[in-house]
Every structure is written in structure tokens, then in C-alpha cells.
């Protein structure tokens, strides 16, 4: 975001790793206006089926009449769209899962998708969070579309939030794997004792200290799905 740039900053980075010989000062800068980049392409923007798991569509494409679980999701700014591998590889692991009552947590929401998903398959509540307001915001519009407004709550943040929530039954965390590091430790403290918790946003390469990261803290490795190189991975709380 161009309020967050510094070209001093941006020069104070640049000599920490010019100092390990890793690369040479010659970098350009351009501004750009805040743009819904989602108006450039929404005419191409196709919709999605995910393997027999759900129909996934824009709110300006037709409905499809079927067996498919349907979706509409319209994103503005927003991640999740169903398109991207992480997002196709949660809804895959999430379709694995008895859903029925679980009180989950969607960390790092986008669209709001996945959280869309546990409700429209069987879970009592869903907590939906990200730290990027134009996903809080398009999230909210994307569960009244798709009818779970009730029991869905969508905040504005990150892991501080959690600080007064109760466990949950399950925790959905696709986001990167700095942020997953930072956060594990709250997340874990926040999950029922048995509870799976998922990951996903990161690369083949990330897995072993993400695992290492999450045996500390008392989660399992259970197993991981990959998609055209990105990961989804799945842990259990040890009771």
C-alpha cells in the first residue's frame, strides 16, 4: 500500500542484502491509483466446479441447476475465489470432514468462501477474520448473498482477536507461512483437544518447519495434499 512505502525504507532494505553481495541497487517505482482490478477481468472470470465438492460462481453468472453444492462468491480485492490451488485444496480437505456443529475459525477469510462452505454443510457457527478490510467488507456481502448472515461473525483483524474466544471445533488458516508461524502458537491455544486444524498458502519447501513449528505446540502431522505447488495440511491437537 502506497501509504506504508518508504523510499528510504525501501533503500535501508536494499543495503542489508546488498551487504551479502545477494544484489545490486537498481530497483524503479511507479504509483498506482486504487484500483477494483476485479472490474478488468469479472469478464473473464469463469465459473468453478471443484471436483464434485461444490459449484462456484459470480453473482453476474447464471445459476446451475445440478447436484453441486453452489456458492456465489463476488470478489472485490478480495483471495478466494476458488480458482487458486489453496483455495481448491482446503474446500477438497473441508469436504473430507463431518462438519455437522462445529464451531469454527476462518483465519485469513478472503472472500469469505471457506467459511461459506462449513455453514452451507453443516457447522453451527463460523468466526471469519482477516486483517485486510476490503476482505472483512467483501466477506459480509458474500454470506448475505449466499444466506448464512446468522451465523457467520466477520471481524476486521487478526490472531489479537482471539484472545477472549472460546476453542474451537475447527481452525482454517490459509494465509502465508510467516503469518502461520507468528500465529501457530494462538491458534493452537485456541483448538479443542482432537480438533484437525488445516493449513495452507505456502510451498512444498515451508512443510518441515511448519510441522516442526506445530509439534511444539502440541499439533500432529496428519497428512498434506499438493496442487500445482502450493500445499494444504492437515494437524490434530493432542488430547
Not at 20 to 47: A, D, G, H, M, R
Not at 56 to 70: C, Q, V
Not at 86 to 109: P, Q, V
Not at 200 to 225: A, C, Q, W
Request: aromatic share 6%.
Amino acid at each position: 500500500p502506497g501509504e506504508e512505502y518508504s523510499e528510504k525504507g525501501l533503500k535501508t532494505e536494499l543495503k542489508s542484502v546488498m551487504d551479502l553481495n545477494l544484489c545490486k541497487e537498481q530497483y524503479q517505482q511507479q504509483i498506482i491509483e486504487k484500483t477494483n482490478w476485479n472490474e478488468v477481468w469479472e469478464s473473464n472470470f469463469n465459473p468453478v466446479d471443484i471436483e464434485g465438492i461444490c459449484h462456484i460462481r459470480a453473482d453476474f453468472h447464471p445459476s446451475k441447476n445440478g447436484d453441486l453444492l453452489e456458492i456465489v462468491i463476488t470478489p472485490k480485492m478480495s483471495f478466494g475465489t476458488g480458482h487458486h490451488a489453496t483455495t481448491a485444496l482446503m474446500l477438497k480437505e473441508l469436504s473430507i470432514l463431518n462438519l455437522t456443529d462445529m464451531r469454527c475459525l476462518d483465519m485469513g477469510t478472503g472472500t469469505g468462501i471457506l467459511a461459506i462452505y462449513a455453514m452451507k454443510t453443516g457447522s453451527s457457527s463460523v468466526l471469519a477474520i482477516d486483517n485486510d478490510e476490503w476482505c472483512a467488507t467483501n466477506t459480509l456481502e458474500n454470506i448475505a448473498v449466499n444466506n448464512v448472515t446468522e451465523h457467520i461473525h466477520v471481524i476486521h483483524g487478526d490472531a489479537y482477536h482471539l484472545l477472549n474466544e472460546a476453542p474451537f471445533d475447527l481452525i482454517i488458516a490459509n494465509i502465508n507461512r510467516n503469518i502461520l508461524l507468528a500465529d501457530m502458537a494462538v491458534y493452537a491455544g485456541k483448538l479443542k483437544p482432537n480438533s484437525p486444524i488445516l493449513f495452507s498458502g505456502f510451498h512444498p519447501e515451508d512443510v518441515d518447519i511448519l510441522t516442526k513449528k506445530g509439534n511444539e505446540l502440541g499439533l500432529s502431522f496428519k497428512h498434506k495434499t499438493e496442487q500445482d505447488g502450493w500445499v494444504c495440511m492437515k494437524m490434530i491437537k493432542e488430547g
